[in-house]
């Protein structure tokens, strides 16, 4: 195995670890030519995966606000909007922090994000439909909730 492959087993068996799911890592091919012979052996069409984020609301307690702010005027997060729908592929995941995501919320919800652009189910046997979970930034006193949904495509 050379040192690609290992950090790829790595950095996914850690992935699954850290977003607690029953995910399994399922080694690729040893060699090139065992990849080719994979693909042309199998004729399903490939499974393309998206993660559509919809900001459902913007929550603000003015209370909190006022007592442990520096400025108790902050009012609700200024970076999203109710309805604000986000696509997220495995093009543009690493590169949502290039001022196309609050940094705080990405933290709290790109684990989940991945977890669906891989395939996984979100949130199995919590919500009425697995590939789609409710959650929030976790901004204190004016978090946000946003709706995570994978939409599965056939690849080309």
Not at 31 to 54: G, L, R, W
Not at 99 to 121: H, M, N, P, T
Request: net charge negative; proline share 3%.
């Amino acid at each position: 195995m050379d040192r690609r492959d290992f950090i790829k087993k790595a950095g996914v068996s850690a992935m699954a670890m850290a977003i607690g799911s029953n995910l399994q890592y399922v080694s690729a091919a040893e060699t090139p030519e065992e990849n080719k012979n994979t693909a042309n052996n199998n004729n399903k069409t490939e499974m393309k995966h998206k993660c559509k984020i919809t900001v459902l609301k913007r929550e603000c307690y003015k209370d909190l606000q006022e007592q442990y702010l520096a400025d108790p005027k902050s009012g609700p997060c200024p970076y999203f909007h109710e309805g604000q729908e986000i696509m997220v592929d495995s093009d543009n995941f690493f590169h949502m922090l290039d001022g196309k995501f609050c940094s705080e919320a990405w933290d709290c919800i790109s684990r989940y994000v991945y977890s669906a652009l891989q395939g996984g189910s979100i949130m199995r046997g919590w919500t009425n439909d697995e590939k789609m979970m409710i959650t929030c930034c976790n901004d204190g006193t004016r978090p946000v909730i946003f709706k995570l949904e994978r939409i599965d495509e056939n690849g080309e």
